[in-house]
């Protein structure tokens, strides 16, 4: 027996595929310079909040706590960031100027492939499908 495919569970998964997309792109586009994806969210969050702890890194990245500690372990050893006694127990997490190079290169590469994904869409296009997305999260970022 063949199962249909509702509107709303199309909706949800044409917006993991485009996702997915940007995801194994940034992976492919971002080796030449020594990074993957996830790093560079990674590297991105940090210079977004520099000095937070690596339990809000997880979640700016979307990531287990322990995913993270593990990433950046592998961050720290390639000398991308450094790490740094905080308040109490907490760990600081700050870019290296190798970081900042790595996270610098990698937003113009971001940058091109996001431009080229929404290529097709109007920019009124762009800002209503941001509008929406925001919706869904409950989250508004204007």
Known sequence: MRVMISKLQL???????????HHRTMDSRLAPIGSTMTQWDALRAISRQPGASAH????????????????ANRL?????IERRPGYGRRIEHHLTPEGQRILE?????????LNDSFKNLSEEERETLLNLLNKIIGEDLT
């Open 56 to 71: 809000k890194l997880a979640q700016a990245t979307f990531q287990t706590d322990q995913a993270f500690g593990t990433l």
């Open 11 to 21: 909706l949800g998964r044409t917006i993991k595929q485009a996702q997915y997309k």
């Open 76 to 80: 720290e050893a390639q000398g991308l």
């Open 105 to 113: 290169d990698g937003t113009v590469i971001a940058e091109e492939i």
